[in-house]
């Protein structure tokens, strides 16, 4: 891809032998996405997403991962 300035954010370590990888881009227009690579063996999907998405996104994480602690430990 075309002059991206790309620094790495996480490298998470997934169950099941999985990879996540997120990335800060900026395009050469400026455009900034947050770049999300899951490697699942030799397999790649890649997601770029903006910020608004990515507020979005970590809200969902954020109240699932809660929920789902309480399930499992009661409270």
Known sequence: MADEKIQEIAKLEAPFGREIICQDVV?????RM????????SRFTILDIDTPIAAEWGQIMEKWSTQAKSRITGK
């Open 27 to 31: 395009h050469e227009s400026g455009l």
């Open 34 to 41: 947050m770049r999300v690579r899951i490697r699942e063996g």
